[in-house]
């Protein structure tokens, strides 16, 4: 039996203003052709990250494109087989590219991702994710951009799920088995 911490780890403000300073940095200091969002948790993410970006003639003509990856299954933990789809169709040849995940955790996914992205031919990736699990570690994987560094919590909210519930809450809460 799981239930929601008492408190949210991050509320919707803090969230709000972080992803505020990420969008307006990447503006800043990477010039992407195309968003790749990776579905299912990151939507609300992506979202917001997509409306904090400067905009201007250049944020005309990015694109948008989502994937889906699952490792989790209907469990807190990962079940170490990643399924990947929609990867195959995308045309990404020169272009440099801005992948966007919810959480970086043992790195596997995100290794995976970065790995196909750039065997389809694209000129540049960098990663963004929105909480960082760097105690969780497996592999040697960091994200180009960061919302929060977090401990070792199973969290849900902002897109987050477990067993696809959760996602709608505003607020990031720690899932705690009781
Ligand atoms: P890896 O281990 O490959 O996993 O870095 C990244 C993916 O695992 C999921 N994940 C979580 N999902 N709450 C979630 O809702 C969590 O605390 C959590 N930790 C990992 C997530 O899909 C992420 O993209």
Redesign the pocket.
């Known amino acids: 039996m799981y239930t929601l911490s008492p408190m949210p780890l991050k509320t919707a403000e803090a969230i709000g203003a972080r992803v505020q300073e990420l969008g307006q940095a990447i503006s800043v200091e990477y010039d992407f052709d195309m968003v790749i969002s ?1 579905l299912t ?2 939507f609300v993410f992506t979202a917001d990250l997509c409306r904090a970006f400067a905009q201007g003639e250049k944020n005309t003509q990015r694109e948008i494109r989502f994937i889906k ?4 299954g209907n469990s ?1 933990v ?1 079940s170490g087989e ?1 399924k990947v789809s929609g990867m195959e169709s995308l045309d990404l040849k020169e272009k440099k590219i801005l992948l966007v ?12 991702l970065v790995g196909m992205i750039k065997s389809q031919g694209a000129a540049e990736v960098r990663s963004c994710v929105l ?1 960082d ?1 760097p105690s ?1 570690r ?1 592999v040697h ?1 960091e994200a180009d951009y960061c919302g929060f560094e977090i401990d070792d ?4 909210g902002y897109g ?3 067993s696809d519930k959760y996602r709608l809450l505003p607020d990031i809460w720690t ?1 705690k088995n009781s």
């Open positions: 990776v948790g990151s990856a699952s490792s989790y807190t990962s990643l995940d919810d959480i970086l955790d043992t790195g596997r996914t995100l290794l995976a909480l699990k969780r497996q994987m919590l199973f969290v849900v987050l799920d477990y899932l």
